[in-house]
């Protein structure tokens, strides 16, 4: 049975702003980032790369490279340990490991362009880069497969050899599908057959990147008794640890990662990289190796997330009612299968009551890199389709659509697309706040000649993930607590974990010091992803909290006894950071006093709290999106932008509204212009920020906010994620807007100026 | 990327002595915003950077009676931030200030965006269309190039072995001209041109005919263009819609792009045409003042 809570208003420290406790280190420069780690005897390693994006392996010889003078190691494949041909579990996505391994350091074949081939460590950075441009390969070039269509057909070469495909629960041999999934509800036919009226489209993407500031890096060293400690930016050192253990085939405990402070992540610096390559090079120098990606390996070698298509068909009867939808989709999974196609089909329909529902999702394997989570990933991707579908059928029957989403929304009881049904969501609190916004209420405004406007809206929506996560708390004897946790702080978690431990403590957020460890050094804690960091580490503070208070109210006990043993734990009770006699109400310690006294009363007061949550409150969010295009040369601008958010309960709300402008500000620029632009023969053609396009703080109006907090009951304070819902309505509110303001849809991402004209040529 | 030396000379000949002696395997260095990049990326194996921002010639910026200098080593910041040029040169600080960002801006080089000899340089197509003169030193002497005839193909220009352009001469502007650049990127800024033009226009007295015009299009071939049709087909034309139409028509046709990820084909020749108009009309209403 899952405990649920009673929402709460009176909160002392949950709703105010205080300074992030990381704000001033991070400002000054003083933080200490992945490139930043320097140790004694420190050398460098660098990666040769394939130039194709699929070809034989023949030969690799390292004989020059290791010749060069300064080099002090060289690996391939062949260092590489053994390892398991089977799933595991990696908090957000399963993987197998034999394939990982072979994704990061070729042994027979490249699959992907920027494919490592070999690796060599050397005393300076230029000399390994140097010398690994010696490494000569001798490669037998393979057909390229940049999208589903070319890698499902008939004649396709198969990228993963030996690679079983699961369709829909039957083995297939020599494919590079590797899942068809299906979920099917109600009759969808029939209800087909019932409606008045029917919307069907086809909606193509390309991959996109997360496009974090900070490029990947890591630092290992491998030391005599085979432990081998990394230091790398990562969204999760527990599950990094996980992955090294299996790739490097050590047990867990063998591996310390230290997670460094992270420049962006999004999902994309869950999987490791470079962090098994730098251990391996450590093992073979027996010194600390450092390894830094530079962008072009970023973007060409690093997780985006899927491109592919998406149908989707959609029928109301004559009043307006979704009765019916159907739809398919098949994602780019990149060069090793797990597509977020699960994910997608549990966002598909969730802004919806709809009886009738199906969904075929397809993830296939293409001369890609491997995707990677991208920030609610693969739900925009369907919100796009599905909201483009749901406007246009408006369009059809002559409804207005907000008036159509507010009449079929979802709702405490309605069944998604995968059958899961919800809990306490709101759906229908975020629509009717869209409604009475500032924004939806306010004209667009005349466009000056030659350029006109349109407003769209979307919806968006994200479940969220709980999973595991410890903290454990010291009262130090100034009155502050110290905060140990495992979340890497990518949004300002820091803050809002300590926040939900000093509001359980009644004591102010300045006093508690939180502080991100090594997996030596506090319980498991998986991923910061999934939005679940102030939901499920905020979660175990809160626990840990509670236990701190039930330890110091033995400590208060003895200190009213007097050694007289009339005073029990249970005759103390504890409010707003004050502990009292339930006896006498007079008599009564404040938290700060108390923690002064310790050093005489017990000693060191300490606590733990650990959870794993198996579900998290579900966030729903609409977006307002004016546009203005310039019809000579298709550019759009968008002008006005606003955000509505059910956040369950915001900890920290300026952090809140970072996040929703973060998101949209994303998803903005996956509207109208970023996308992997492929090359035939593989690679992409724009591995640079300069070609990559994603917007700058000129490309963009101030994105404006409005929180609405309905709060779940699985969380004590009532709160949901909030990362990841907002690059969930940008696609097709922006989409929608091009419609309003030029009468055409656009069902190709990018929207960008040269499909623009296209559209308005035809 | 290798370590490679730095030297900064302190008078042209020195400059000329090194860069001669080491041939492909040194480079001049005004801002290094093109150079160290294309280093990195492995354009160029360099054994010696020159640095030639301690030599006077090229560190002068000129406005005078006969027109503007920049030195090969002045950075854009300096010279859209000159108010005469602003007021004298609008199309060249039109370019200059959509060179990289704030920062790009405070060391890359009007000279360094020449030599880069990027089609889609941002400051070129101004420089063609107010007749600018490239002056360049070399092993035998000086000699005086049109920035029309400097760009040879993407990344490469006229100048030869051991040679450095020194300064560009600009040619005071005569009342009644105006001048004007617009590139088109799909970003507001930090981005590449898809499609540029640079349009400068002579009116007659009354400052109701076209007595000359110079079109420059930046991005849609293997170099800068100077679009002669299309400049030329408004000598001695009225000011309307019909002759402005017309120019842009054949800017378009002089048109020779490419397709890749920055645009199409269609999509460049269509932006030519657009922005052709656009500047016309601008170069006009600047003419006019």
Redesign the interface.
């Known amino acids: 049975m899952v405990e649920t809570f009673e929402p709460k208003s009176d909160y002392r420290v949950i709703g105010s702003r205080p300074v992030r406790h990381d704000g001033f280190d991070k400002v000054t420069g003083r933080a200490i980032y992945g490139a930043d780690v320097k140790l004694p005897g420190l050398i460098w390693g660098a990666l040769a790369r394939s130039p194709h994006a699929h070809a034989i392996v023949k030969s690799i010889d390292t004989s020059e490279a290791e010749k060069t003078p300064g080099v002090l190691g060289v690996i391939t494949s062949k260092d590489m340990p053994e390892t398991e041909d089977k799933m595991i579990d990696l908090g957000e996505g399963d993987e197998n490991p034999r394939w990982t391994s072979n994704r990061l350091m070729a042994s027979t074949k490249v699959i992907y362009r920027g494919h490592p081939v070999a690796a060599v460590a050397a005393a300076d950075r230029?000399?390994a880069?140097?010398a690994a441009k010696k490494v000569k390969v001798e490669y037998e070039i393979l057909p390229v497969h940049n999208d589903v269509d070319s890698a499902l057909a008939n004649q396709a070469e198969i990228i993963i050899d030996g690679m079983v495909g699961n369709d829909l629960g039957e083995e297939v041999k020599n494919t590079n599908m590797a899942t068809h999934e299906r979920y099917d509800f109600g009759d969808v036919n029939k209800a087909f057959k019932d409606a008045a009226y029917i919307e069907e489209n086809t909606y193509t993407m390309q991959m996109v990147h997360q496009g974090y500031i900070e490029p990947q890096n890591a630092t290992a060293f491998w030391d005599e008794e085979d432990r081998v400690k990394v230091w790398t930016s990562t969204q999760g050192a527990f599950t990094a640890r996980t992955a090294l253990a299996n790739l490097l085939q050590l047990d867990v405990s063998r591996i310390k990662v230290t997670p460094c402070e992270i420049g962006g992540g999004f999902g994309g610096k869950i999987p490791v990289y470079l962090e098994p390559i730098a251990a391996l090079l450590s093992k073979k120098t027996g010194r600390p190796v450092k390894m830094v990606m530079e962008r072009t390996a970023v973007f060409e070698t690093t997780g985006p997330t899927p491109g592919g298509k998406v149908w989707v068909k959609i029928g109301a009867d004559n009043n307006g009612k979704l009765i019916a939808a159907e739809s398919k989709i098949w994602f780019e999974a990149g060069c090793n299968p797990g597509s977020m196609i699960g994910p997608a089909a549990q966002c598909i329909y969730a802004p919806y009551d709809i009886p009738n529902t199906r969904i075929d999702s397809y993830d296939v394997v293409v001369n890609k890199p491997k995707v990677a989570p991208y920030r609610a990933p693969g739900s925009p991707q369907v919100a796009y389709a599905m909201e483009s579908a749901v406007d246009d059928l408006c369009d059809k029957a002559g409804w207005d659509s907000m008036e159509f989403r507010i009449n079929n929304a979802s709702t405490q009881g309605t069944r998604r697309g995968d059958g899961v049904r919800f809990s306490v969501i709101g759906t229908k609190d975020v629509l009717s706040a869209t409604k009475s916004s500032n924004h939806w209420n306010s004209d667009l405004g005349t466009a000056p000649e030659g350029k006109v406007r349109g407003r769209g809206i979307s919806n968006g929506y994200w479940f969220n993930i709980g999973l595991k996560s410890s903290v454990n708390l010291n009262v130090n004897n100034d009155g502050t607590v110290t905060l140990i946790e495992g979340s890497t702080d990518i949004g300002g978690s820091r803050a809002s974990i300590s926040m939900q431990a000093a509001e359980a403590l009644g004591i102010p957020a300045e006093d508690v010091r939180p502080s991100i460890v090594d997996t030596d050094s506090v319980g498991y804690t998986d991923v910061t992803g999934g939005s679940r960091t102030t939901y499920a580490t905020g979660f175990a503070a809160w626990k840990a909290a509670n236990n701190l208070v039930d330890e110091l109210k033995g400590r208060v006990a003895m200190l009213w006894s007097e050694g007289t043993g009339e005073f029990g734990k249970d005759d103390v009770t504890f409010e707003s950071g004050v502990f009292w006699s339930k006896a006498e109400p007079q008599k009564s310690i404040s938290f700060k006093e108390l923690a002064g006294k310790l050093d005489n009363l017990g000693g060191p007061a300490i606590s733990t709290g650990s959870v794993d949550l198996e579900s998290a409150g579900d966030g729903f969010g609409m977006h307002i999106a004016d546009i203005e295009v310039d019809r000579?040369?298709?550019?759009t601008d968008v002008i006005r932008y606003t955000a509505v958010q059910d956040v369950g309960k915001a900890i920290h709300p300026s952090y809140v509204e970072g996040q929703m402008q973060g998101g949209a500000v994303q998803g903005i620029g996956w509207a109208?212009?970023e996308e992997y632009?492929m090359q035939d023969e593989g690679g992409m053609?724009?591995s640079s920020f300069?070609?990559y396009?994603m917007?700058?703080s000129?490309?963009l109006p101030e994105i404006e906010t409005v929180i609405v907090e309905i709060p779940t009951p699985l969380h004590p304070y009532g709160v949901r994620g909030v990362g990841e819902v907002p690059i969930c309505p940008p696609l097709a509110a922006i989409g929608n807007a091009i419609k309003d303001a030029l009468g055409v849809r656009l069902t190709d991402l990018p929207m960008?100026?040269?499909k623009i004209?296209?559209a308005l040529k035809k | 990327?290798?370590?490679f030396s730095y030297v900064a000379p302190k008078t042209i000949d020195e400059a000329v002595a090194v860069l001669e002696k080491n041939g492909t395997r040194a480079r001049p260095f005004a801002g290094g915003t093109d150079l160290l990049v294309q280093a990195r990326a492995n354009k160029w194996d360099l054994d010696t950077v020159v640095d030639i921002k301690k030599i006077p010639e090229t560190m002068s910026l000129e406005v005078s009676q006969e027109g503007l200098t920049i030195g090969s080593g002045v950075p854009c910041y300096q010279v859209y931030n000159n108010e005469q040029i602003k007021k004298e040169y609008p199309g060249i600080v039109d370019g200059a200030l959509i060179i990289g960002g704030i920062q790009i801006q405070s060391r890359a080089t009007i000279g360094g965006n020449l030599c880069n000899a990027a089609p889609s340089g941002d400051s070129i197509c101004p420089l063609i269309v107010y007749n600018a003169v490239a002056h360049i030193s070399g092993p035998s002497g000086s000699r005086e190039v049109a920035v029309e005839d400097f760009c040879t193909g993407p990344g490469s220009t006229v100048l030869q072995n051991g040679e450095l352009l020194v300064k560009i001469v600009v040619p005071k502007p005569n009342a009644g001209s105006g001048t004007a650049y617009q590139r088109?990127t799909?970003?507001?800024?930090?981005?590449?041109a898809?499609a540029g033009v640079a349009v400068s226009v002579q009116l007659n007295n009354n400052g109701d005919d076209f007595e000359s015009v110079r079109i420059a299009l930046a991005a849609v071939g293997p170099t800068p263009i100077l679009a002669n049709k299309a400049g030329s087909s408004l000598s001695g034309k009225p000011i309307n819609d019909d002759s402005i139409s017309e120019a842009a028509s054949l800017a378009k046709e002089e048109a020779s792009p490419i397709s890749?990820?920055?645009?199409?084909i269609?999509?460049r020749k269509?932006?030519i045409e657009?922005i052709t108009t656009r500047m016309i009309k601008e170069a006009v209403k600047r003419a006019r003042g």
């Open positions: 230029y000399v880069e140097e000579a040369t298709g550019k109208l212009n632009y053609a724009n300069l070609d396009r917007p700058t000129l490309d960008n100026p040269g004209i296209e | 990327m290798h370590p088109f799909p970003r507001n800024e930090m981005d590449i898809v890749d990820m920055r645009g199409t269609e999509q269509h932006l657009i």
